[in-house]
C-alpha cells in the first residue's frame, strides 16, 4: 500500500515536499516513480529513481525544479518554484514501467494497483 501526503495550495514561485509511504514490501526493489494527472488530461510522469544505484530521471517540464528522493520506506518529492501548470493530483508508483533517455524520463506508466490515492497540489 502506497499513501501519498504533503500536498496543499501554494503560490506561483513557492514550495511543497510531497511523501509516499509504503507498507509492506510495496516499495520497489527496482524503481519508484511520481506521475500526476489534470482531470480529462494524459497522465504525466514527472520523476523516477531506480533503488539499485539511485539514478533519477525528471520530465523536461520538471527538471531543474523537483527532486525524487528515497529513503527506507519513504518516497519523496521536492517540488520548487512552483507554476501555475503543476496544479495536478500528485500519485507515487511502484516499480512503473518507465521509459528514459540521458537523464530525462519520457514516460511513466503505472502498474494497476501499485498507486496511492494521490495527494492535490494547487498553484496559483
Known amino acids: 500500500q502506497l499513501v501519498e501526503s504533503g500536498g496543499g495550495s501554494v503560490q506561483v514561485g513557492g514550495s511543497l515536499s510531497l511523501s509516499c509511504v509504503a507498507s509492506?514490501?510495496?516499495?520497489?526493489?527496482?524503481?519508484m516513480g511520481w506521475f500526476r494527472q489534470i482531470p480529462d488530461k494524459e497522465r504525466e510522469g514527472i520523476a523516477a529513481i531506480y533503488t539499485t544505484g539511485g539514478n533519477r530521471y525528471y520530465a523536461d517540464s520538471v527538471k531543474g525544479r523537483f527532486t525524487i528522493s528515497l529513503d527506507n520506506t519513504k518516497l519523496n518529492l521536492q517540488m520548487n518554484d512552483l507554476k501555475p501548470e503543476d496544479t495536478a493530483m500528485y500519485y507515487c508508483?511502484?516499480?512503473?514501467?518507465?521509459?528514459?533517455?540521458?537523464?530525462?524520463?519520457?514516460?511513466?506508466?503505472?502498474?494497476?494497483?501499485?498507486w496511492g490515492q494521490g495527494t492535490q497540489v494547487t498553484v496559483s
Open positions: 508508483a511502484a516499480n512503473p514501467d518507465v521509459v528514459v533517455a540521458g537523464t530525462s524520463l519520457l514516460g511513466l506508466t503505472p502498474r494497476s494497483g501499485y
Open positions: 509492506g514490501d510495496t516499495i520497489s526493489r527496482y524503481c
